[in-house]
């Protein structure tokens, strides 16, 4: 099951998966309460196996409204299950109804084929974030 959740909730995924287990308050994102951000969740058995945080920000010269997918975290005992890609659907369709042009991130290298059978396209040639390795922006069109 997919909800919205308080981005207090993304922190221990994000700790774990995102940033080799580094203290909870070095892990939260600039955007986290920005106006229009948002937070989900993909729970099971009451746990929450999976998270992303959505904000409004545009990429580059694309044209529309845009918002970047950031800190997307599964646990690693609960990858493969389709939990990422039920927070993806379930974000498409909400920012589609709120009229959103297009959902863009910078994936990590290695996730570049998850998101490619999401529908994302890559839009980059790849770049390094340092201490974490290389990316790629990524774009999802919504309309």
């Known amino acids: 099951m997919v909800k919205f959740i308080p ?19 070095l892990c939260v994102f600039p955007a986290d309460e920005a106006p229009g951000s948002f937070h989900l969740g993909c729970l099971k058995e009451g746990h929450i196996v999976s998270v992303a945080s959505f904000f409004p920000a545009q990429l580059h010269a694309f044209e529309g409204m845009g918002y970047q997918l950031r800190g997307m975290a599964t646990h690693p005992q609960q990858s493969g299950r389709g939990y990422g890609a ?19 991130c910078n994936a990590r ?10 529908g994302f396209e890559v839009v980059s040639a790849v770049f390094d974030v340092p201490q974490i390795g290389p990316h790629y922006e990524m774009k999802l069109n919504l309309k």
């Open 7 to 25: 981005a207090e909730d993304t922190l221990p995924l994000r700790s774990l998966v995102l940033r080799n287990g580094k203290p909870r308050e």
């Open 86 to 104: 039920a927070l993806l659907d379930f974000a498409a369709s909400h920012l589609a109804a709120l009229g959103i042009d297009y959902l863009w």
């Open 109 to 118: 290298a290695a996730a570049v084929g998850f998101y490619t059978k999401t």
